[in-house]
Protein backbone atom coordinates (compact mmCIF):
# COMPACT_ATOMS: atom_id res chain seq x y z
CA UNK A 1 0.00 0.00 0.00
CA UNK A 2 1.36 3.07 -1.09
CA UNK A 3 2.18 5.60 2.02
CA UNK A 4 0.74 8.98 2.46
CA UNK A 5 -0.68 10.88 5.57
CA UNK A 6 -2.70 13.67 6.42
CA UNK A 7 -3.50 15.55 9.55
CA UNK A 8 -6.39 16.30 12.08
CA UNK A 9 -6.36 19.97 12.38
CA UNK A 10 -9.62 20.76 14.13
CA UNK A 11 -12.55 18.92 15.20
CA UNK A 12 -15.98 18.53 16.85
CA UNK A 13 -18.49 16.06 17.53
CA UNK A 14 -22.41 14.77 19.69
CA UNK A 15 -23.34 11.77 20.88
CA UNK A 16 -26.06 10.10 22.08
CA UNK A 17 -26.23 10.85 25.82
CA UNK A 18 -30.45 9.66 26.41
CA UNK A 19 -31.51 6.75 26.23
CA UNK A 20 -35.06 4.86 25.10
CA UNK A 21 -34.98 1.55 26.21
CA UNK A 22 -38.99 0.90 25.04
CA UNK A 23 -37.19 2.40 21.45
CA UNK A 24 -33.89 0.88 21.63
CA UNK A 25 -32.70 4.06 20.31
CA UNK A 26 -30.39 6.80 21.68
CA UNK A 27 -30.97 10.77 21.41
CA UNK A 28 -28.65 14.00 21.62
CA UNK A 29 -31.09 15.30 24.25
CA UNK A 30 -30.43 18.68 22.93
CA UNK A 31 -32.68 17.72 19.99
CA UNK A 32 -35.56 16.11 22.12
CA UNK A 33 -38.19 19.04 21.90
CA UNK A 34 -37.15 19.69 17.80
CA UNK A 35 -37.54 16.32 16.25
CA UNK A 36 -40.73 17.34 14.02
CA UNK A 37 -38.25 20.04 12.50
CA UNK A 38 -35.85 19.39 9.97
CA UNK A 39 -31.96 17.56 11.13
CA UNK A 40 -29.86 20.20 9.06
CA UNK A 41 -31.64 22.77 10.58
CA UNK A 42 -31.91 21.73 14.43
CA UNK A 43 -27.93 20.45 14.73
CA UNK A 44 -26.89 23.77 12.89
CA UNK A 45 -28.61 26.00 15.48
CA UNK A 46 -27.16 23.83 18.04
CA UNK A 47 -24.05 23.90 16.65
CA UNK A 48 -23.64 27.17 15.02
CA UNK A 49 -20.87 28.78 17.18
CA UNK A 50 -19.12 25.83 16.39
CA UNK A 51 -19.73 25.18 12.61
CA UNK A 52 -18.59 28.90 12.11
CA UNK A 53 -15.30 28.30 13.93
CA UNK A 54 -13.73 26.27 11.31
CA UNK A 55 -12.11 28.65 8.60
CA UNK A 56 -12.30 27.61 5.03
CA UNK A 57 -10.07 29.03 2.65
CA UNK A 58 -11.53 28.87 -1.02
CA UNK A 59 -9.50 26.06 -2.02
CA UNK A 60 -11.45 24.00 0.72
CA UNK A 61 -13.58 20.65 -0.36
CA UNK A 62 -16.54 19.48 1.67
CA UNK A 63 -17.81 16.62 2.05
CA UNK A 64 -21.33 16.05 3.30
CA UNK A 65 -22.54 12.95 5.36
CA UNK A 66 -26.10 12.47 6.20
CA UNK A 67 -27.11 8.51 5.05
CA UNK A 68 -30.70 8.77 4.31
CA UNK A 69 -31.52 11.90 4.36
CA UNK A 70 -34.86 11.89 2.97
CA UNK A 71 -36.94 10.25 5.36
CA UNK A 72 -35.19 12.68 7.90
CA UNK A 73 -36.64 15.84 6.25
CA UNK A 74 -39.87 14.80 4.22
CA UNK A 75 -42.37 14.14 6.92
CA UNK A 76 -41.54 17.38 7.92
CA UNK A 77 -43.73 19.04 5.45
CA UNK A 78 -46.78 16.78 6.11
CA UNK A 79 -49.01 18.75 3.99
CA UNK A 80 -47.07 18.59 0.80
CA UNK A 81 -46.36 14.67 1.84
CA UNK A 82 -50.10 14.12 1.61
CA UNK A 83 -50.57 16.06 -1.75
CA UNK A 84 -47.81 13.63 -3.51
CA UNK A 85 -45.23 16.36 -2.96
CA UNK A 86 -41.81 15.68 -2.24
CA UNK A 87 -40.48 19.03 -0.93
CA UNK A 88 -37.23 20.24 -1.94
CA UNK A 89 -35.89 20.71 1.72
CA UNK A 90 -35.88 16.96 1.81
CA UNK A 91 -33.49 16.51 -0.83
CA UNK A 92 -29.93 15.55 0.09
CA UNK A 93 -28.40 17.78 -2.97
CA UNK A 94 -29.89 20.98 -1.56
CA UNK A 95 -29.43 20.13 2.20
CA UNK A 96 -25.26 19.64 1.30
CA UNK A 97 -25.27 22.74 -1.28
CA UNK A 98 -27.58 24.78 1.89
CA UNK A 99 -24.24 23.58 4.55
CA UNK A 100 -21.67 24.91 2.00
CA UNK A 101 -23.05 27.81 1.98
CA UNK A 102 -23.08 28.02 5.44
CA UNK A 103 -19.21 27.06 5.75
CA UNK A 104 -18.34 29.64 3.51
CA UNK A 105 -15.49 29.35 0.71
CA UNK A 106 -16.52 26.48 -0.51
CA UNK A 107 -14.60 25.12 -3.59
CA UNK A 108 -15.72 21.64 -3.77
CA UNK A 109 -18.91 19.82 -2.48
CA UNK A 110 -19.18 15.93 -2.55
CA UNK A 111 -22.14 13.68 -0.99
CA UNK A 112 -21.62 10.43 0.75
CA UNK A 113 -24.07 7.85 1.72
CA UNK A 114 -22.42 4.79 1.63
CA UNK A 115 -24.27 3.20 4.97
CA UNK A 116 -22.65 2.34 8.03
CA UNK A 117 -19.01 2.86 6.77
CA UNK A 118 -19.51 6.26 4.70
CA UNK A 119 -16.94 8.25 7.33
CA UNK A 120 -14.14 5.92 6.64
CA UNK A 121 -14.90 6.37 2.56
CA UNK A 122 -14.76 10.07 3.10
CA UNK A 123 -11.50 9.86 4.52
CA UNK A 124 -10.13 7.95 1.46
CA UNK A 125 -11.75 10.63 -0.58
CA UNK A 126 -9.94 13.75 1.99
CA UNK A 127 -6.93 12.26 1.37
CA UNK A 128 -7.42 11.97 -2.69
CA UNK A 129 -8.42 15.84 -2.74
CA UNK A 130 -5.31 16.72 -0.43
CA UNK A 131 -2.94 15.24 -3.14
CA UNK A 132 -4.86 17.58 -5.78
CA UNK A 133 -4.15 20.60 -3.72
CA UNK A 134 -7.01 21.30 -1.82
CA UNK A 135 -5.64 23.11 1.16
CA UNK A 136 -8.09 21.42 3.78
CA UNK A 137 -11.43 18.74 3.78
CA UNK A 138 -14.44 19.42 5.80
CA UNK A 139 -16.19 16.41 6.42
CA UNK A 140 -19.65 17.35 7.90
CA UNK A 141 -21.50 14.11 9.17
CA UNK A 142 -25.17 14.35 11.12
CA UNK A 143 -28.09 11.52 11.99
CA UNK A 144 -30.38 11.00 13.85
CA UNK A 145 -33.09 7.91 14.42
CA UNK A 146 -36.44 8.19 12.93
CA UNK A 147 -39.30 5.54 13.31
CA UNK A 148 -38.70 4.40 9.87
CA UNK A 149 -35.12 3.60 10.57
CA UNK A 150 -36.13 1.21 13.70
CA UNK A 151 -38.76 -0.20 11.81
CA UNK A 152 -36.52 -1.08 8.84
CA UNK A 153 -34.09 -3.14 11.60
CA UNK A 154 -36.38 -4.50 13.17
CA UNK A 155 -37.92 -5.93 9.84
CA UNK A 156 -34.67 -6.88 9.11
CA UNK A 157 -34.04 -9.10 12.70
CA UNK A 158 -31.05 -6.79 13.17
CA UNK A 159 -30.73 -6.29 16.64
CA UNK A 160 -28.45 -2.50 17.66
CA UNK A 161 -29.58 0.78 19.71
CA UNK A 162 -30.02 3.40 16.38
CA UNK A 163 -28.37 6.33 18.10
CA UNK A 164 -27.78 9.77 17.03
CA UNK A 165 -24.58 11.67 16.17
CA UNK A 166 -23.11 14.99 14.94
CA UNK A 167 -18.79 15.47 14.12
CA UNK A 168 -16.91 17.63 11.52
CA UNK A 169 -13.03 17.01 11.05
CA UNK A 170 -11.30 19.38 9.62
CA UNK A 171 -7.98 17.87 7.60
CA UNK A 172 -5.08 19.32 5.73
CA UNK A 173 -1.48 18.04 4.59
CA UNK A 174 -0.38 21.33 6.48
CA UNK A 175 -0.88 21.88 9.93
CA UNK A 176 2.30 22.82 12.34
CA UNK A 177 -0.02 21.12 15.69
CA UNK A 178 -1.86 18.58 14.33
CA UNK A 179 -4.33 16.68 16.47
CA UNK A 180 -3.41 13.49 14.93
CA UNK A 181 -1.75 11.93 11.99
CA UNK A 182 -4.30 9.51 9.19
CA UNK A 183 -1.61 7.45 7.80
CA UNK A 184 -3.39 5.42 4.79
CA UNK A 185 -7.13 4.43 3.95
CA UNK A 186 -7.97 0.97 2.85
CA UNK A 187 -11.22 0.03 1.39
CA UNK A 188 -12.87 -2.78 -0.31
CA UNK A 189 -15.68 -4.26 -1.47
CA UNK A 190 -16.10 -8.17 -0.35
CA UNK A 191 -18.33 -9.26 -3.55
CA UNK A 192 -18.59 -12.93 -2.18
CA UNK A 193 -21.51 -12.32 0.40
CA UNK A 194 -25.71 -11.01 0.77
CA UNK A 195 -25.20 -7.21 0.73
CA UNK A 196 -26.78 -8.20 4.48
CA UNK A 197 -23.90 -10.60 5.64
CA UNK A 198 -20.36 -9.14 7.36
CA UNK A 199 -17.80 -11.81 6.80
CA UNK A 200 -14.40 -12.64 8.59
CA UNK A 201 -12.91 -12.39 5.12
CA UNK A 202 -14.30 -8.76 4.43
CA UNK A 203 -12.82 -7.80 7.82
CA UNK A 204 -9.38 -9.69 6.99
CA UNK A 205 -8.77 -8.26 3.52
CA UNK A 206 -9.47 -4.75 5.57
CA UNK A 207 -7.04 -4.76 8.08
CA UNK A 208 -3.99 -7.35 6.26
CA UNK A 209 -2.40 -3.77 4.42
CA UNK A 210 -1.41 -3.22 8.56
CA UNK A 211 -0.47 -6.22 9.79
CA UNK A 212 2.86 -5.22 10.07
CA UNK A 213 2.54 -1.84 11.66
CA UNK A 214 3.22 -1.12 14.76
CA UNK A 215 -0.41 -1.01 16.73
CA UNK A 216 -1.13 -0.32 20.53
CA UNK A 217 -5.17 -0.58 19.86
CA UNK A 218 -7.87 -1.41 17.57
CA UNK A 219 -10.71 0.77 17.08
CA UNK A 220 -13.43 -1.90 16.15
CA UNK A 221 -16.61 -1.08 14.21
CA UNK A 222 -18.35 -3.62 16.74
CA UNK A 223 -21.86 -3.01 15.64
CA UNK A 224 -23.24 -4.88 18.55
CA UNK A 225 -24.59 -7.02 16.33
CA UNK A 226 -23.58 -11.21 17.07
CA UNK A 227 -22.47 -11.93 13.86
CA UNK A 228 -20.76 -8.83 12.72
CA UNK A 229 -19.04 -8.94 16.05
CA UNK A 230 -18.23 -12.21 16.07
CA UNK A 231 -16.81 -12.39 12.62
CA UNK A 232 -14.68 -9.01 13.35
CA UNK A 233 -12.98 -10.77 16.61
CA UNK A 234 -12.24 -13.80 14.53
CA UNK A 235 -10.49 -11.24 11.97
CA UNK A 236 -8.68 -9.46 14.54
CA UNK A 237 -7.43 -12.70 16.32
CA UNK A 238 -6.33 -14.12 13.20
CA UNK A 239 -3.94 -10.83 12.24
CA UNK A 240 -2.92 -9.36 15.51
CA UNK A 241 -3.22 -12.42 18.75
CA UNK A 242 -4.42 -10.56 21.66
CA UNK A 243 -4.00 -6.99 20.88
CA UNK A 244 -6.01 -4.75 22.61
CA UNK A 245 -9.00 -3.56 21.42
CA UNK A 246 -12.34 -0.98 22.05
CA UNK A 247 -15.58 -0.39 20.36
CA UNK A 248 -17.95 2.68 21.54
CA UNK A 249 -21.36 1.24 20.15
CA UNK A 250 -22.73 -0.32 23.27
CA UNK A 251 -21.68 2.90 24.61
CA UNK A 252 -23.45 5.61 22.36
CA UNK A 253 -25.19 3.14 20.05
CA UNK A 254 -24.55 2.85 16.34
CA UNK A 255 -25.09 6.58 14.46
CA UNK A 256 -24.58 4.64 11.08
CA UNK A 257 -23.24 6.75 8.40
CA UNK A 258 -21.58 8.83 10.75
CA UNK A 259 -20.75 6.11 13.21
CA UNK A 260 -16.62 5.84 12.19
CA UNK A 261 -16.79 9.88 12.24
CA UNK A 262 -18.37 10.48 15.46
CA UNK A 263 -16.32 7.31 17.08
CA UNK A 264 -13.00 8.90 15.63
CA UNK A 265 -13.89 12.24 17.37
CA UNK A 266 -14.15 9.89 20.54
CA UNK A 267 -11.26 8.55 20.37
CA UNK A 268 -9.24 11.61 19.19
CA UNK A 269 -11.00 13.17 22.50
CA UNK A 270 -10.00 9.95 25.05
CA UNK A 271 -6.41 8.39 23.60
CA UNK A 272 -3.42 9.74 23.40
CA UNK A 273 0.11 8.60 22.45
CA UNK A 274 -0.87 5.48 20.72
CA UNK A 275 -0.93 3.91 16.73
CA UNK A 276 -4.62 2.90 16.42
CA UNK A 277 -6.32 0.69 13.18
CA UNK A 278 -9.67 1.81 12.87
CA UNK A 279 -12.30 -0.82 11.60
CA UNK A 280 -15.86 -0.16 10.12
CA UNK A 281 -18.12 -1.51 7.65
CA UNK A 282 -21.33 -1.16 6.33
CA UNK A 283 -24.36 -2.71 4.36
CA UNK A 284 -23.35 -3.75 0.61
CA UNK A 285 -20.13 -5.85 1.72
CA UNK A 286 -18.09 -2.85 2.28
CA UNK A 287 -14.97 -2.74 4.71
CA UNK A 288 -12.67 -0.04 5.43
CA UNK A 289 -10.07 0.61 7.97
CA UNK A 290 -7.05 3.39 8.86
CA UNK A 291 -4.19 3.98 10.81
CA UNK A 292 -4.74 6.98 13.47
CA UNK A 293 -1.22 8.15 15.04
CA UNK A 294 -2.41 10.17 17.82
Not at 194 to 211: A, H, Q, R
Request: charged content about 25%; aromatic content about 10%.
Amino acid sequence: MKEYKMQVKKYFYKTADFFNKDKKARYISETLGNRNSYMNEVFYKLYKKEIESLKTTGNTALLYIAGACEHHSASRDCIQVLKGAMPVKSQLGYIASKTAKRMGNISYLSINANACASSLYALKEAKELLNQGFDDVLIYGEEWVEEVELMLFKQLNIDLVCSDGFFILQLTNNCNNPIATIENVNWIWNNDKSPFEVTKEGYINSMLPFKDKQIDLIKMHGSGTAQNDKAELEAINELFENIARIEYKSQIGHSQGVSTGVELCKLLEEQKDKSVLVNASGLGNFYGSCYVRL
